[in-house]
């Protein structure tokens, strides 16, 4: 069983749509979480971290289950800049504190 | 913000030679660094994590003595690819943690390095 597990996807959705994304991890021990975003042939970037409380950043908003070892992202009023892959990461903790990354799940919006 | 290179950018190099690639951290000090592989719609995937002034760590699978790396100062960390095989080709990018972000567990990533063995 890998350790983050993504839906691939691809998901293409239109303009304004909203979309959600789903993550679950295996490693119970896990200390923290992030959502990344990937372009084409680029680096990835962090969009953000993932409390328990669940947060929000715009028309993003990410969620946490520790319970259940499941983290989401759901995207409202999608542009077509949204266009990109969506990486779940989860931090193993002290004392190297490694990543470590889904294999991404691609979302295109369409015009 | 904090940012991180990596040179070169991208490179095309015949199967057999070596090849090396430096990771720096341009505006803060980093005491680890990491090294990630990433083939074309797969994962990133950790091959080792660096820190100055000793050793590194390698994640199972990776060879050592095939991908060298080198931690000498708190800002420049280096990968070297020895005999590289047209199956190392792949996106090879580094990520550093800030020194001075106590208990920070955000990494900074590099522009990646896209390697082609012909």
């Known amino acids: 069983r890998k350790e983050v597990e993504q839906d691939p996807g691809p998901f293409n959705v239109p303009e304004g749509a909203t979309v959600a994304f789903n993550c679950t991890y295996s490693?119970?021990?896990?200390?923290?979480f992030f959502w990344y975003r990937q372009d084409c042939r680029k680096e990835p970037k962090l969009l953000m971290s993932?409390?328990?409380s669940g947060n929000e950043d715009g028309r993003f908003t990410a969620q946490l289950n520790r319970a259940s070892q499941y983290i989401s992202l759901l995207i409202r009023d999608s542009k077509l800049s949204d266009s990109a892959t969506y990486l779940c990461?989860?931090?193993?903790?002290?004392?190297?504190?490694?990543?470590?990354f889904g294999s991404g799940t691609q979302l295109t919006v369409l015009p | 913000g904090a940012v991180v290179s990596q040179h070169p950018s991208w490179v095309i190099c015949k199967s057999g030679t070596s090849v090396k690639i430096e990771c720096r951290s341009l505006?803060?000090?980093?005491?680890?660094m990491f090294w990630y592989r990433q083939f074309p719609k797969q994962s990133l995937m950790l091959m080792a994590t660096?820190?100055?002034?000793?050793?590194?760590?390698?994640e199972q699978g990776v060879e050592k003595d095939k991908f060298l790396i080198n931690h000498a100062s708190l800002t420049l960390s280096t990968l070297t690819v020895t005999s590289a095989h047209p199956e190392d080709s792949s996106f090879y990018i580094c990520?550093?943690?800030?020194?001075?972000?106590?208990?920070?567990?955000?990494?900074?990533f590099g522009p990646g390095t896209r390697l082609t063995v012909t």
């Open positions: 990520s550093a943690r800030d020194l001075g972000l106590a208990g920070a567990y955000e990494q900074y």
């Open positions: 490693n119970s021990a896990s200390q923290s």
């Open positions: 993932v409390y328990s």
């Open positions: 990461v989860v931090n193993k903790g002290a004392p190297a504190r490694q990543l470590t």
């Open positions: 505006d803060f000090q980093a005491t680890t």
């Open positions: 660096s820190n100055e002034g000793s050793k590194a760590t390698y």
